[in-house]
């Protein structure tokens, strides 16, 4: 049995993460400031409380869990503020946990990044090939830290993957997202105001993005590795599966809202190194994906009406 360290544990992919660590044998050990850990998270890890911005909180337990593994996902999900200064910190704070990880004597990170690294005027990302120019702070701070844990691996002598995680939907998902959005809405039979609704977009269930880190993290792969779907779906098309699955098509307002100026018509993982190097393919298909968070959506609204 192999300890892991993992950060980000309570999160949208870390939840899904620890049920497939803990099934796969890992000896996981989860690293997390709030005390409210969620309860279908608790049974699958060690918890340990630590400040992640506080390198002295975070010191000791780097040195006593003594981990040769490391999956950092923790990172705000400030999607609403892509250029909060919080970004910055967690550069800091993600250089120093590394520097802890492998100088405590940590064989191998993999660490999620980012889709906003990349310059999305190519609209097909390919690793290696498109241009890497963020245009965000959340995306030049994923990018420097990916320049940093390339250079402290080779500094060490370590091993190190990077995952490149496109757009994300799943169960417990901040309902001001785009998908839980439009699932509540529908549900509340309330109208959502859309724009037309035609940019291209990559998007994968969690569970399979926890599925694809996982593997990266297994694999020999040495780098970074795109973690999407590889399949072009425009908005329209997710916000008419949703409709379909809860009613309410008629209350989709689509050019109720603008679309941002600037925004990108077409963002789409090239994703031939996830499936023919490291070797993985999804459980969901975007159909069976979005049912199933429908399903649980409707779960929680009814569990919410009863208390």
């Not at 241009?131 to 500094?155: I, M, N």
């Not at 694809?212 to 780098?223: K, N, P």
């Not at 929680?300 to 009406?305: F, I, K, N, R, V």
Request: charged share 20%; hydrophobic share 40%.
């Amino acid at each position: 049995m192999s300890r892991l360290l993992v950060t980000g544990a309570t999160g949208l992919i870390g939840r899904q993460l620890l049920p497939q660590l803990h099934a796969a044998g890992y000896e996981v050990h989860a690293v997390a400031h709030r005390i409210d850990i969620p309860a279908d998270a608790r049974p699958f890890a060690t918890w340990h409380s630590a400040d992640l911005l506080r390198a002295s909180s975070l010191r000791p337990i780097v040195q006593s869990v003594s981990a040769p593994y490391l999956l950092h996902l923790a990172w705000p999900a400030l999607v609403e503020n892509l250029n909060s200064g919080i970004h910055q910190t967690f550069l800091d704070a993600s250089c120093s946990l590394l520097r802890e990880f492998y100088y405590a004597g940590g064989a191998r990170a993999v660490v999620a990044g980012t889709c906003f690294e990349y310059d999305w005027s190519e609209g097909l990302c390919v690793e290696n090939r498109t241009p890497l120019k963020p245009s965000t702070a959340y995306g030049a701070a994923k990018d420097q830290l990916r320049r940093y844990l390339e250079s402290l691996a080779r500094e060490t002598d370590r091993s190190w993957a990077w995952g490149r995680v496109f757009f994300v939907y799943g169960p417990h998902q901040s309902p001001t997202r785009f998908v839980p959005a439009l699932i509540h809405g529908l549900l509340n039979q309330r109208p959502v105001p859309c724009t037309e609704g035609y940019q291209i977009r990559d998007y994968l269930h969690a569970f399979d993005v926890a599925s694809a880190l996982l593997r990266l993290l297994e694999s020999a792969h040495e780098g970074t590795c795109n973690i999407g779907s590889g399949e072009a779906t425009s908005l329209r098309e997710i916000a008419g599966h949703i409709a379909d699955l809860t009613g309410g098509r008629e209350l989709l307002q689509f050019g109720a809202r603008p679309t941002p100026k600037g925004e990108s018509p077409v963002i789409l993982a090239d994703v031939h190194r996830l499936h023919h190097v490291i070797g993985w393919s999804p459980r969901f298909t975007l159909a069976s994906g979005l049912a199933h968070v429908v399903a649980a959506c409707r779960q929680e609204t009814t569990a919410a009406s009863l208390v």
